[in-house]
């Protein structure tokens, strides 16, 4: 199914032999599937036909009539647009370029641009949770390719190991799970670290994260280690375009959670236990180097030789 790239690629700068990929060290990154377009994209794009915007009711076009009014230029709001429409279908499929380049007087080419330049736009649909697992340097020496490859092959069918950004389940169903790596996330003291639809999982192992990716399955939600509780998928991309939940009890609990931990802390509270401070700033702290005074200096430089 999966077509690995090829021996001896090259990518980001590294060599790459068969089946392997610079993070995982797995079969994992299905190129060729990444950046094929569906019949009906190709057909579309073929006839010039614009794409079918009406599953975004009159809910959402309010909301972006809200986002945009955010904005002095209505382009602006195309970031938080992109999440409108993924917390619709999961992902930003053509409708959804059509609907933000229609709402935003933008080309098309102008918002596939930035939907493919940022990892989080999906242009697959994804399942009701995705889950994404730290690869880059630190958390991989310390398990996170490991809980990656194991998540892989536990999501997969049939002896085939899910691939990158492939959905186990139906995509949008109870229980359906999108896995992906992921770049640094922020949390290289608690590594290697897993998020569930943005939400952090600390200090994981394989054991740990395929606990808890069978119990999404069965309909479970695990408290993250930090953060808001969670939800899904597409209730975060809901809140990632800026709309919090309205009810106050239920907004408290997202913005109320516990966010630093204690090994993050640590440093501080040494400082703190010891009485250490940052040097205070000075009163009249030394002038600012001018245009003037540069140019000066490049002169007595060009002097000096
Ligand atoms: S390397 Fe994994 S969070 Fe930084």
Redesign the pocket.
């Known amino acids: 199914m999966n077509q690995p790239l090829s021996t001896g690629a090259t990518y980001g700068g590294s060599s790459v032999g068969a089946g392997e990929t610079h993070v995982a060290g797995g079969p994992d990154l299905d190129v060729a599937a990444a950046s094929a377009v569906s019949q009906g994209e190709t057909d579309r794009l073929v006839t010039g036909t614009p794409a079918d915007v009406s599953v975004f009711g009159p809910d959402i076009v309010a909301k972006s009539a809200d986002l945009i009014a955010r904005y002095p230029e209505s382009r602006s709001a195309l970031l938080p647009m992109l999440h409108l429409v993924q917390s619709v279908e999961g992902y930003v499929s053509q409708a959804g370029v059509q609907f933000c380049a229609d709402r935003l007087t933008l080309s098309n080419a102008e918002v596939s641009a930035v939907v493919t330049f940022y990892t989080m736009y999906k242009r697959k649909p994804c399942g009701e949770h995705l889950v994404s697992v730290?690869t880059?340097?630190?958390?991989?020496v310390l398990g996170?390719d490991a809980i990656y490859r194991t998540l892989q092959e536990h999501l997969g069918e049939d002896g085939e190991p899910l691939g990158q950004e492939e959905t186990s389940g139906r995509p949008g169903e109870p229980g359906s799970i999108t896995l992906e790596h992921a770049e640094?996330?922020?949390?290289?003291d608690?590594?290697?670290?897993l998020q569930v639809n943005y939400e952090y999982y600390d200090n994981q192992t394989p054991e740990s994260a395929v606990e808890l990716v069978e119990a999404l399955g069965r309909g479970e939600k695990p408290a993250p280690t930090r953060g808001a509780p969670l939800t899904d998928l597409r209730s975060v991309e809901l809140e990632l375009a800026g709309f919090l939940p309205e009810d106050e009890a239920t907004y408290r609990s997202h913005v109320d959670g516990p966010s630093a931990a204690v090994e993050t802390l640590r440093g501080a509270q040494l400082a703190a236990d010891r009485g250490w401070t940052a040097p205070t700033m000075p009163e009249n702290p030394p002038a600012l180097p001018t245009d003037e005074s540069l140019a000066g200096s490049r002169i007595s430089g060009g002097e000096k030789k």
């Open positions: 730290c880059n340097t630190l958390c991989a996170g640094c996330l922020a949390a290289c608690l590594g290697p670290v």
